[in-house]
């Protein structure tokens, strides 16, 4: 059974960092793209960022570009988010998320296969 398990949210005022990780288990962690996306109350689940199986690869969210950073490491079977520069519209639920599909890396919520169960990050003064 596959587990996707993120770790790291919290309050941080507006300016801070934050990092969250994503530990696999139950896959074959280099099989898989990895993604983060968020949620904001009353909003649809947003793309952030997403990391090819290589980690050679990376896309961002336009709203996030330049803040935020995605990254691996396959022989921990962890993927994190490094966010910098946290404004109050960063506050949402944030999901990490495997695609099995190695051809490259998607954007579309729909392309992905497993899921996490959600951290809050929350960024107020």
């Known amino acids: 059974q596959v587990h996707l398990v993120e770790s790291g949210g919290g309050l941080v005022q507006p300016g801070g960092s934050l990092r969250l990780s994503c530990t696999a288990s139950g896959l074959t962690f280099i099989n898989h793209a990895m993604g983060w996306f968020r949620q904001a109350p009353g909003k649809e689940r947003e793309f952030v960022a997403a990391i090819s199986w290589s980690g050679i690869t990376t896309h961002y969210g336009e709203s996030v570009e330049g803040r935020f950073f995605i990254s691996r490491d396959n022989a921990k079977n962890t993927a994190e988010l490094q966010m910098n520069s946290l404004k109050s519209e960063d506050t949402a639920v944030y999901y990490c998320?495997?695609?099995?599909?190695?051809?490259?890396?998607?954007?579309?919520?729909?392309?992905?296969?497993?899921w996490g169960q959600g951290a809050q990050v929350t960024v107020s003064s």
């Open positions: 998320a495997a695609d099995q599909f190695t051809g490259g890396i998607s954007r579309a919520l729909a392309d992905y296969d497993y």
